[in-house]
């Protein structure tokens, strides 16, 4: 039944969108890269319409589960819009391209990232075992078009395959497998591809990121990160030894003992800290363009295994803040690279604007889940400063890019603080100047007579 009704939705949005039935998918190009923790898959597809109409519409469907990012190109090398269509299949991603040049051929590059597709075969290991994982997808390109010929290349961490589809013609060599071409591949034909090797890249997936970044108009910006991370790999399984860790160079090859944050090259006042206190292992190697920042917990993290720390620097606010008059313009990253091949699961940004601010425009990248603005006090508040948070799930590195956050601000506004301050002053200085001419002492007076 479900099988049904995911013919009829796609034979609907075929009519809606009148595609000709003689456009076919002439070339399909796939190289999928598991070398990490991350599914990173790239296509190349050449379209063609037989009869030498325009093709301009082309629906693309992802049988990607988790899927994280998407983004796709024309031959042109222009982005090509995608309009995402509903689906009552969460591992399924259907989109409709529409194409800014018509033309009866037309080339197509995708790129997809997705998440936690790699699976820990077996499921727990020890501590001097090797961690393999197995991946599960479609050796076929899934297209309502039919294909006339289509290759896929697999990129592995490891030369170390346990065992893989064997579909003829494939081939192994070192850490690569070759499917393919296969030719006349009917539309929705359905294959799937099995890959189980090893993996012992890191499992690292922060699990939650609570991103605060407080703007001031004195000439700062603080940004300070609340992190979870856990080693998502093959559990531990068993004790830890740290004698073995130590003398054997190959125990625990899968545990994470450390790993590189990038932050903006202007940070300055960097901290790194856990609830036990500020982690001194951590080095910090300014670079031209960023600030590198090795990152080592306090011990090493195997499958199962998490820490929770917090990371915090402060940067000029010229280079992200712009003024023209009142009007105010911020324009910064939405998240930072905190590993590579990172995953979050969830992060949460809030945006702490200075007291006054007002008419505040928020522009994302992508779509992102609005939270309820609020208004946070601090020291000399008197109205309280506007707070504007979003949340965004299932975020890798292709997500680091800029949010922009239009608002207006009276400079007078500037001079609140100060004033407060020399008014508290001056009141502190009346009361001891009166405190001080004040005869407190007790007398008695007597009458001689």
């Not at 033309?103 to 499921?123: A, C, D, G, M, R």
């Not at 490891?158 to 690569?176: E, G, Y």
């Not at 605060?212 to 399984?237: D, F, P, R, Y």
């Not at 917990?297 to 402060?314: A, C, I």
């Amino acid at each position: 039944m479900k099988i049904y009704w995911q013919y009829i939705c796609i034979s609907i949005t075929c009519f809606m969108l009148n595609i000709n039935a003689d456009i076919i998918n002439k070339n399909v190009e796939r190289v999928l890269d598991l070398t990490s923790q991350l599914v990173k898959t790239t296509y190349k597809i050449s379209v063609e319409d037989l009869t030498g109409i325009a093709v301009k519409d082309y629906v693309l469907i992802i049988r990607e589960p988790n899927l994280s990012y998407i983004s796709a190109k024309d031959g042109f090398d222009n982005t090509v819009k995608l309009q995402k269509q509903e689906s009552e299949n969460i591992q399924e991603h259907s989109y409709i391209l529409n194409f800014l040049k018509d033309s009866p051929k037309q080339s197509i590059y995708i790129e997809t990232v997705s998440t936690k597709n790699l699976l820990p075969h077996p499921y727990e290991i020890k501590q001097n075992d090797k961690q393999m994982v197995k991946f599960v997808g479609n050796l076929y390109l899934y297209s309502i078009y039919k294909t006339i010929t289509q290759k896929t290349n697999v990129i592995l961490s490891s030369s170390n395959v346990l065992s893989s589809t064997q579909i003829k013609p494939f081939s192994l060599a070192a850490n690569k497998i070759f499917f393919g071409p296969y030719e006349n591949v009917e539309k929705l034909t359905e294959e799937e591809l099995m890959i189980h090797y090893e993996n012992q890249s890191p499992f690292l997936t922060v699990n939650s990121l609570d991103r605060t970044i407080e703007v001031s108009h004195w000439g700062n910006i603080a940004v300070k990160e609340s992190i979870q991370i856990t080693h998502s790999g093959a559990k531990l399984k068993g004790s830890f030894s740290r004698y073995d860790f130590q003398k054997d160079g190959r125990s625990g090859q899968s545990a994470v003992k450390s790993y590189k944050t990038y932050l903006p090259a202007s940070a300055f006042c960097v901290y790194y800290r856990d609830t036990n206190g500020n982690i001194s292992t951590s080095n910090m190697n300014l670079q031209q363009d960023y600030v590198d920042l090795d990152l080592r917990p306090r011990f090493p993290l195997f499958g199962g295994w998490k820490t929770q720390y917090v990371l915090g620097y402060n940067i000029p606010a010229y280079e992200n803040l712009f003024s023209a008059g009142t009007d105010y313009v911020l324009k910064m990253r939405l998240i930072d690279h905190i590993h590579d091949n990172m995953s979050i699961e969830e992060a949460v940004i809030s945006i702490i604007l200075p007291e006054g601010s007002a008419n505040i425009k928020l522009d994302t990248p992508y779509t992102v889940n609005h939270r309820q603005n609020e208004l946070m006090y601090t020291y000399l508040d008197t109205v309280g400063r506007p707070v504007i948070s979003f949340t965004k799930r299932n975020l890798v590195e292709n997500h680091i890019t800029d949010f922009t956050l239009k608002y207006t601000f009276s400079k007078v506004s500037l001079l609140q603080e100060p004033l407060l301050v020399i008014a508290f002053i001056y009141i502190i200085f009346i009361f001891t100047i009166v405190f001080l001419r004040m005869d407190l002492s007790i007398t008695s007076h007597s009458h001689k007579e």
